[in-house]
């Protein structure tokens, strides 16, 4: 069974900055691409970013420029560095495993995701 642990989260003022981390179990991490996903309330979990096991890395729209996805695989960790946040940044942030296999689907789907953490929160106030 893979976990994974997010950390990072908590209340900054907008135009700030965050860093979260995500570290896994297990020993195949670097074989894996990984992604962020966030859901504020009564919205749909949204893909954030994601970092493929060779290091491409994707971004929503509403993220680009502003976060930078990283991977670490000597200790089994995700990074996502978060800058000039803003309101609508807020949400419960989670971080997925993503499944292997030419028909695992799209890196920006959540559904092809299989781990997920338990999420940490991120709060930008105005």
């Known amino acids: 069974q893979v976990q994974l642990v997010e950390s990072g989260g908590g209340l900054v003022q907008a135009g700030g900055s965050l860093r979260l981390s995500c570290t896994a179990s297990?020993?195949?991490?670097?074989?894996?691409?990984m992604g962020w996903f966030r859901q504020a309330p009564g919205k749909e979990r949204e893909f954030v970013a994601a970092?493929?096991?060779?290091?491409?890395?994707y971004y929503a729209d509403s993220v680009k420029g502003r976060a930078t996805i990283s991977r670490d695989n000597a200790k089994n960790t995700v990074y996502m560095q978060m800058n000039s946040l803003k309101p609508e940044d807020t949400a419960l942030y989670y971080c997925?495993?993503?499944?292997?296999?030419?028909?695992?689907?799209?890196?920006?789907?959540?559904?092809?995701?299989?781990?997920w953490g338990q999420g940490t929160q991120v709060t930008v106030s105005s």
């Open positions: 997925a495993r993503k499944r292997v296999g030419t028909t695992s689907g799209s890196i920006y789907d959540r559904s092809a995701y299989d781990y």
């Open positions: 297990g020993r195949t991490f670097s074989s894996y691409a």
């Open positions: 970092i493929s096991w060779n290091g491409s890395t």
